[in-house]
């Protein structure tokens, strides 16, 4: 029960779009050799308006990558990105992705395979920044194993 009211909760916040996002707007261009390139990517899928429960998701995806994984940001095998899904210029991404209001994705390219998950677990850690990244550093370590 308290699950079912946690997600109502979540969903009436998402669509009231409380609180207007100040981030980049726009997703940065994909390289062409990379969505063929073995890689992970972590995508914060956004409205213009986000309450305050949506950019924490976002930021501490961001933090968690940007703590954990900087070799793999900086050569390419992972990739981290915020997304404004209300812009019409970042359609394509989500559609590839199938993302509806505020989530995190993990896409995973093999070579000529893509693969996507939604994560909603990271919304249960969000007042607990330990366990959120803890989990979801486990999350993209297998992940990035898995390209091995």
């Known amino acids: 029960m308290k699950r ?32 063929t390139a073995p890689h992970i990517e972590v995508i914060h899928f956004h409205g213009t308006n986000q309450c305050y429960s949506c950019q924490a998701v976002g930021a501490l995806a961001e933090e968690t990558v940007n703590t954990h994984f900087a070799e793999d940001l900086e050569s ?5 990105m915020h997304v404004n899904s209300d812009l019409p210029e970042n359609k394509q991404l989500v559609q590839r992705y199938g993302a509806a209001y505020s989530s995190l994705w993990i896409g995973t390219y093999t070579g000529e395979d893509f693969s996507a998950e939604q994560d909603v677990n990271v919304w249960y850690l969000i007042n607990d920044r330990g366990k959120y990244m803890s989990y979801l550093s486990e999350v993209v370590d297998e992940k990035l194993e898995g390209l091995e």
């Open 76 to 80: 390419g095998k992972l990739v981290f």
């Open 4 to 35: 079912v009211l946690f997600i109502l909760i979540i969903l009436i916040l998402l669509s009231s779009g409380c609180v207007e996002n100040s981030e980049s707007n726009t997703a940065p261009a994909i390289d062409e050799k990379l969505e």
